[in-house]
Nanobody
Framework: QVQLVESGGGLVQAGGSLRLSCATSGPTFSNYHMAWFRQAPGKEREFVAAIRWSIGTTSYADSVKGRFTISRDNAKNTVYLQMNSLKPEDTAVYYC??????????????????WGQGTQVTVSS
């Protein structure tokens, strides 16, 4: 019922910017938390950012604070991840995820039931 499709990944030089998009379909996402995770080769999938759709409350991993911004467009049913000042360490497959809303924003992978297919972000030195 829930479908998430990421786009916007690509190759960028260090210091550059990319905007990832996650198009959603299915239920009304105003009742959901949306998140971005990333996974580099040989590493665990890690939390990047999350947003409570209905009111826009956000949460960020320390590694991306001040550089990444998560947002949503209610009319387009799309969540975005604006990535600025990119570093080679940001290279990973980025995944969009969703879960039903709760009192807190979760950062653990196991808390998210719905996932997109991922989009590759590569940051060169």
């Amino acid at each position: 019922q829930v479908q998430l499709v990421e786009s916007g990944g690509g190759l960028v030089q260090a210091g550059g910017s990319l905007r990832l998009s996650c198009a959603t379909s299915g239920p009304t996402f105003s009742n959901y938390h949306m998140a971005w995770f990333r996974q580099a080769p040989g590493k665990e999938r890690e939390f990047v950012a999350a947003i409570r759709w209905s009111i826009g409350t956000t949460s960020y991993a320390d590694s991306v604070k001040g550089r990444f911004t998560i947002s949503r467009d209610n009319a387009k049913n799309t969540v975005y991840l604006q990535m600025n000042s990119l570093k080679p360490e940001d290279t990973a497959v980025y995944y969009c995820a969703a879960r039903t809303t709760s009192q807190v924003i979760f950062t653990a992978r196991s808390e998210y039931a719905y996932w997109g297919q991922g989009t590759q972000v590569t940051v060169s030195s």
